[in-house]
């Protein structure tokens, strides 16, 4: 979490006056299983990037390769590693 | 010049409505208020306002239509009374949360059950809590000026929150009185122009209204709310003020009727204290030191104001036209006892529950509240903190 704000600081009427600022809600504190993928596995198919729902598949569309993943984001919902075509993604407890 | 006309309440307010000509109103028809919004669709239907009027199907998707449109960026009025007020509840509070600057009548009747279309304030009390300002109205008049100056107080950029303007149901709305109407030009310029504050229409710079909100900042947006809503009775004042020197009518937070030298108070709110009015009178003829207090403003409630105009006299009889099951008494009562708790010298007050569901009040209740003050204040102890007027019990 950034710094939070004091009440005085806030838009009347909690509204949020910039946009694009979703990125600055880390919700990676709510996970409890995290992902982690097998390198000699991925074939760079790029479906865990289309399914995540938290965009927080990281990717290189250059090069065209996956990159790992945004663990400040990632909630752990595991739908990278369901939808995996070669089984290279893992969920594996935080604890 | 101002012209004086015969006008019911809902009659007046929709003439408010029609001069202060609000970009949107979204209303659905509920008894008494009905009337109101039936004369303002004509003012539409006519061509006489540039009002984008939204027939809804229900009260809640009219509130919910109120917060769309000012949330867009637009001047937004509605109206609508008791079991309509209790459906918008949801949307009332959001509103409120979102700092819109929506206008609201409410024609006040009885909540259910049993069903019951006449006056009490249990609709207007159940939403104090709201976070909406709520200024009551004596008669006609008053619901037009009060609807006029609500739409300046509301839009105030230190204030931005909506504003309920009551009146009684039947007893102001539907009854025939002489009203002095401002000219239109007259009202425009005392409104001005609306200012916005972050449209949703504003497309440049795109805001979003009432997100997810949850324990890391929630108390902080309550807190900022609590915090504007108290600061408000600066620029109730500030505009009464104004208004009063453009109509020759003057308002304030509560108006002290014949209680300089009083020794007792009845305090009330609504078209009850023209009847309280005039058994002051009868009863100043007859020798007695009693005042009326007449609460316009509710939300926010004057405090220091009260505590002022009350501490010096030796007993209040409050009057209180709704009911909370099982509290220690009305809603005013409340408001006014607690208010009072710290004053160095307090009267001793009593709380009257009266006219629930449209039943008349008449001079000789009001006699009767005044000699039960008197009685208590003799005695120097209150037997009985919460009595009835005109019920057979």
């Given at each position: 979490m950034s710094k939070q704000k004091r009440a005085k600081e806030l838009v009347a009427g909690g509204m949020i006056v910039e946009a694009g600022n979703a990125r600055d809600y880390e919700t990676g504190d709510w996970r409890t299983e995290k992902p982690e993928v097998d390198f000699d596995k991925?074939?760079?198919?790029?479906f865990c990037w289309a399914y995540c729902p938290d965009s927080s598949v990281n990717v290189d569309p250059e090069a065209g390769k996956?990159?790992?993943?945004?663990?400040?984001?990632?909630?752990?919902?595991g739908i990278c590693a369901s939808i995996c075509p070669k089984n290279a993604i893992t969920m594996v407890s935080e604890r | 010049m101002a012209k004086v006309i015969g006008l019911n309440g809902n009659a007046a307010v929709a003439n408010a409505m029609r001069q202060i000509n609000p970009h949107v109103v979204a209303a659905y028809p509920i008894t008494p208020q009905t009337d109101c919004v039936e004369r303002f669709a004509e003012f539409v239907a006519d061509g006489r306002v540039d009002t984008e009027f939204v027939t809804v199907e229900s009260e809640h998707s009219a509130m919910s239509a109120c917060v769309g449109a000012a949330a867009a960026g637009g001047r937004v009025m509605t109206a609508t009374s008791a079991n309509g007020l209790a459906l918008m509840w949801e949307i009332v509070y959001i509103a409120a949360s979102m700092r819109l600057p929506i206008v609201m009548m409410v024609a006040n009747r009885a909540l259910s059950g049993n069903i019951n279309i006449h006056c009490d304030h249990s609709d207007t009390m159940g939403a104090r809590d709201a976070g909406w300002l709520q200024l009551f109205s004596e008669n006609a008049q008053e619901a037009y000026d009060n609807t006029i100056m609500a739409i300046k107080i509301a839009e105030d950029m230190s204030v931005r929150l909506p504003v309920m303007v009551t009146q009684d149901g039947f007893?102001?709305?539907h009854a025939l009185e002489c009203v002095e109407l401002l000219e239109d030009e007259e009202v425009q310029k005392f409104i001005g122009p609306y200012k916005e504050r972050y449209p949703m229409l504003d497309l440049k710079n795109p805001v979003t209204y009432g997100p997810l909100d949850l324990f890391d900042y929630y108390f902080e947006h309550k807190w900022s709310q609590i915090d504007a809503i108290d600061h408000c009775l600066p620029v109730i004042e500030k505009v009464s003020a104004e208004y009063g020197k453009l109509s020759g009518r003057n308002y304030e937070l509560l108006e002290s009727y014949k209680l300089d030298d009083a020794e007792v108070g009845i305090v009330a709110l609504g078209s009850t204290c023209g009847t309280a009015k005039e058994a002051v009178d009868r009863m100043r003829e007859a020798g007695k030191k009693v005042g009326l207090l007449k609460v316009r403003c509710f939300r926010p409630f004057p405090t220091e104001q009260v505590i002022k105009t009350l501490s010096p006299l030796k007993g209040v009889a409050v009057l209180d036209r709704s009911a909370t099951f099982g509290g220690f008494g009305g809603p005013v009562f409340t408001e006014i006892r607690s208010a009072l708790y710290d004053a160095p010298e307090r009267p001793l007050v009593i709380d009257f529950l009266y006219g629930l569901g449209g039943r008349d009040i008449f001079m000789e209740d009001i006699e009767m509240a005044h000699s039960r003050i008197e009685g208590v204040v003799k005695k120097g102890?209150?037997?009985?903190h919460v009595d009835f007027l005109g019920l057979r019990e």
């Open positions: 991925c074939i760079h198919c790029f996956m990159k790992g993943f945004d663990l400040k984001h990632c909630k752990g919902c | 007893i102001i709305s102890r209150i037997d009985t």
